[in-house]
């Protein structure tokens, strides 16, 4: 059972209490939707987070984590006794256990490694969790899955189902990411998703495929220290949105005309995240303005002029890492080809990344982190937005002023206006950024086929 499992989690399903069973493979059922609206939202909202890691960080609490999602900690606590059973805090360490238990369950990782990968400091302690969860040692569960005499290489990659509740509309999440593609750092062909990855100064590759027989995708990570699993693990969750809990929130949305033919016409499409929050603001930035396929282009030629290069890569595509903030805090980027402004806004950018590493990380109520973004010279409301869509997962973020948005609120070939298209979208909280989702890829149909917009109030292209 995967991490993502908590996600999905709600009163009284039958995963909830299968866990605490430790049964390993319950995550797709499918729970049935809490009665009240604002709980079930606020609940599952919660429960993202901590399948994102939000609790295992340094600063991670549950009071800032109530905060993040619009209550006072006591409150969420109440909230999650009755509807898990458990505190925030049980369904984080859970977690935890939930991964080490499938390192066990698929790889021929060492139990010194399996504990490291799943964060505990110490074997014993790890066998300690384990016990008091599933009644039984680590060492058992791995006896029953995989032969003691089978052995890999110690460099082998890791490869790891991560489930998710059908459907999942995986082609739309593929041409999303091919056209953003940055050439030496990410290849999308024959069904699959590659890129570079950077954890702690370390450099690996991932590769993503979708096992659809099994509603899971397989991640293939190429690691050179295991210490990194779960990041690598959670950052592909983010970025492919496997723990969205697509029956609340289309439920949801189905209820507005304008987006119900959408959503039954793609029933299982995601809002993709992002890989790093500093290279997806960087790819806001290089947005602005421009086509997609020229902020491809820019963005591909600051990799290569500012990547680090990878060595022994097996894919000779995928050469370079995605430069840092420190290092473009520092750069020459008269050499990138982009005009002076928005040098000047990637500088700033990157300088403000450096000065405060938890730039990109929920913090406190969406409010606090759009202000905080809109402090950058030259981050405005709309790539403050659309950071805080791909790179915080804030569900409720919504850039109103992208014209592939207002594209895809048209009715009768007439788009609205920004204000007009805000008013119509309070009906869509808390799920504005799923709404923006649905609204980009009938504009990008649109588009394909010709449609005419006759008013848009235009500020940004979609990116």
Known sequence: MDASSWVSFQPGSIAARSVRRGHP??????????????????????LALIADGFLDREDGTVETLATHVGMGARQLRRLFDQHLGVSPVVVAQTR?????????????????????????????????????????????????????????????????????????????????????????????????????????????TVTVAHASGHHSLLATIQFPSVRALQAVVTRVRHQFDVGADLDTITTHLSKDQTLAPLIASRPGLRSPGCWDGFELAVRAVLGQQVTVEAARRLGSKLVALWGDPLLNTSDARLIRTFPSASCLAVADLSRSGMPAARRATVKALAQAAVENPRLFTPLGSIEESLAQL?????????????????????????????????????????????????QCAEAWRPWRAYAAQYLWTVSARSTHHGTEVRHVSYTHPSY
């Open 25 to 46: 493979n319950e995550s797709t059922v499918a729970p049935e939707l809490a009665c009240c609206r604002g709980t079930s939202n606020t609940v599952s909202r919660a």
């Open 96 to 204: 935890r256990l939930l991964f080490a238990k499938q390192l066990l369950h698929d790889t021929r990782l060492s139990m010194a490694e399996v504990a490291m990968a799943g964060g505990f400091g110490s074997v014993r302690r790890f066998n300690d969790a384990f016990r008091t969860l599933y009644h039984r040692p680590p060492r058992e569960v791995r006896r029953d899955t995989i032969p003691s005499t089978q052995t890999v290489p110690s460099d082998a990659p890791v490869m790891l189902q991560l489930p998710y509740r059908p459907p999942y509309d995986w082609e739309a999440m593929l041409d999303y990411l091919r056209a953003r593609a940055f050439d030496g750092l990410e290849v999308v062909e024959e069904g699959l998703y590659r890129r570079t990855v950077t954890h702690e100064g370390l450099h690996g």
């Open 374 to 422: 809109r402090a950058i010279r030259g981050i405005g409301e709309w790539t403050a937005q659309y950071i805080a869509l791909r790179a915080l997962r804030e569900p409720d973020a919504f850039p109103a002023t992208d014209l592939g948005i207002l594209r895809g609120a048209q009715l009768e070939g007439i788009a609205p206006t920004a204000p007009q298209l805000l």
